[in-house]
């Protein structure tokens, strides 16, 4: 079992920045991949960003490419999404997902434990 906490949202006006955290606790932390994913008012939950178990590989969405950034402390347990020059649209719901199968993945139906998620909010 795998519980994973997010943090850091909030509002920020467009071209701001947000790093988002997720805590994760239960098995052991550096052996999966983690994700990040979205969803806003109305939409399906879409992939943002994954990470390797050991931090090497990463892999973002064409829509974020070149503003954020996926890392992680596996001493401290956590996966961070560092956002930058955000833009209204990128308004969401935003959550962690852990992936414990070998391999990484873009599909959400992928991962095997979620966060609660946590808000962001764009404003222009």
């Known amino acids: 079992q795998v519980q994973l906490v997010e943090s850091g949202g909030g509002l920020v006006q467009a071209g701001g920045s947000l790093r988002l955290s997720c805590a994760a606790s239960?098995?052991?932390?550096?052996?999966?991949?983690m994700g990040w994913f979205r969803q806003a008012p109305g939409k399906e939950r879409e992939f943002v960003a994954v990470i390797s178990s050991s931090g090497g590989s990463t892999y973002y969405a064409d829509s974020v490419k070149g503003r954020f950034t996926i890392s992680r402390d596996n001493a401290k347990r956590t996966v961070y999404l560092q956002m930058n020059s955000l833009k209204p649209e990128d308004t969401a719901v935003y959550y962690c997902?852990?992936?414990?199968?070998?391999?990484?993945?873009?599909?959400?139906?992928?991962?095997?434990?979620w966060g609660q998620g946590t808000q962001v909010t764009v404003s222009s």
């Open positions: 997902a852990a992936r414990m199968r070998s391999g990484w993945s873009n599909d959400r139906g992928a991962y095997d434990y």
């Open positions: 239960g098995r052991a932390f550096s052996s999966y991949a």
